[in-house]
Nanobody
Framework: QVQLVESGGGSVQAGGSLKLSCTTSGFDAGSCGMGWYRQPPGKARELVSTISSDGTTIYADSVKGRFTVSQDNAKNTLYLQMNSLKTEDTAVYYC???????????????WGQGTQVTVST
């Protein structure tokens, strides 16, 4: 059974920091990557950051320089260090994992249940 379990969310004042974790089990990402998405209140889900199997990272413009994605393969855990948090970072944050589809393309297939991050002034 595939499981992605996020933790580390919570409430913080603007300018503060949080570190999200996503522990995975039950699948082998192989040469594919993982990522973090978020869904602000009343808005669509959006990409926050991705990390590929070779460690290449991508960030949304809104979080560049403030967020850092990393992974510990030995612990099957994905992290998102969030610094200098802003009120607009308030959202439910989701961990997602890719797997190769029928066509051999890495695509997001597995999702966590989400963890709430609330940033207040």
């Amino acid at each position: 059974q595939v499981q992605l379990v996020e933790s580390g969310g919570g409430s913080v004042q603007a300018g503060g920091s949080l570190k999200l974790s996503c522990t995975t089990s039950g699948f082998d990402a192989g040469s594919c990557g993982m990522g973090w998405y978020r869904q602000p209140p009343g808005k669509a889900r959006e990409l926050v950051s991705t990390i590929s199997s070779d460690g290449t990272t991508i960030y949304a413009d809104s979080v560049k320089g403030r967020f850092t994605v990393s992974q510990d393969n030995a612990k099957n855990t994905l992290y998102l260090q969030m610094n200098s948090l802003k009120t607009e970072d308030t959202a439910v944050y989701y961990c997602a994992a890719q797997e190769r589809n029928y066509y051999g393309v890495c695509a997001y297939k597995y999702w966590g249940q989400g963890t709430q991050v609330t940033v207040s002034t």
